[in-house]
């Protein structure tokens, strides 16, 4: 079974790797995206979100850690004092969403990890999908920087959970638990590594120890996935690269 060390070869030298990943939190990060719009916009925010002001002259590295680990809705509920409602907040995040903000966002160790696959040759495709559409500036994000690996690498956009079916991975870089229990229900799903990104939903944190832990409902989930030794789980980290400088404040 895999060690959950997505930098070798995950059932051994002799397996083909096809690896699919989500754009959104592993290429790069949602949250952080929407929330350096905001800082970017802050007038046309301040009076909806009053807790925008605690990042003014803040670090893209503060941003970054205040960010990954959160999902949209909830950061922005908690930049509203907690008075908006949920409808509110993700008609706001589509408005978000459509400013650019891409040159500020921090490169995240797992697109470190993809590019580092790439050049593996175990590692025969790489899938890129997200489920909204890409802009202009992404897209040309992803060509300028895996135009070397156009072999190798294919953009996608649509459902994930369709995606999987037709790309047939060994490997998915996913947010989702809920989609990973989706995709194993068939049965003749098997030898799948996934790599589940840790999110506050899926976390407990303990104050006192600076310590995550995975929720025990989750850990459970996971851990009688693994035993069944189908399929295996792992749960990553998405922060920034070491020695990514993009530090100077924003906003």
């Known amino acids: 079974m895999p060690t959950g060390d997505f930098l070798t070869p995950i059932f051994g030298n002799n397996r ?3 690896i699919l990943v989500e754009y959104d939190g592993f290429i790069k990060n949602k949250t952080e995206a929407i929330l ?3 800082i970017s916009t ?3 925010w301040i009076d909806k979100y009053p807790g925008i002001n605690k990042y003014e002259n ?3 590295d503060q941003i970054y850690q ?3 680990l959160k999902l949209p809705e909830s950061l922005l509920y908690n930049l509203s004092n907690k008075s908006l409602s949920i409808k509110t907040i993700k008609d706001d995040i589509d408005k978000l969403q459509k400013i650019d903000i891409l ?3 921090r490169f995240t160790i797992i697109e470190f990890a993809i590019k580092t696959l790439l050049l593996e040759k175990f590692v025969k495709t790489v899938y890129i999908i997200k489920e909204e559409d890409y802009t202009s500036k992404e897209l040309l994000y992803l060509k300028n920087n895996y135009e070397i690996f156009e072999d190798k690498i294919k953009i996608l956009c649509g459902n994930t959970l369709e995606a999987f079916s037709m790309c047939k991975p060994t ?3 996913t947010n989702s638990l809920y989609k990973i229990e989706n995709i194993i229900k068939d049965e003749s799903i098997t030898d799948k590594l996934f790599i589940l990104r840790n999110t506050e939903d899926i976390l407990n944190y303990n104050e006192s120890t600076n310590i995550f832990t995975l929720k025990p409902e989750i850990l459970s989930k996971i851990e009688n996935i693994n035993k069944e030794k189908k399929n295996y789980i792992g749960t990553v980290f998405t922060v920034p690269k070491p020695n990514d400088k993009n530090n ?4």
């Not at 100077?248 to 906003?251: H, L």
Request: aromatic share 12%.
């Open 103 to 105: 040159q500020c966002q």
């Open 248 to 251: 100077e404040p924003v906003g």
């Open 42 to 44: 802050k007038q046309i």
């Open 36 to 38: 350096l719009s905001m």
């Open 171 to 173: 490997t998915y870089f």
């Open 66 to 68: 205040d960010s990954f």
């Open 16 to 18: 083909d790797e096809i």
């Open 58 to 60: 803040i670090s893209s």
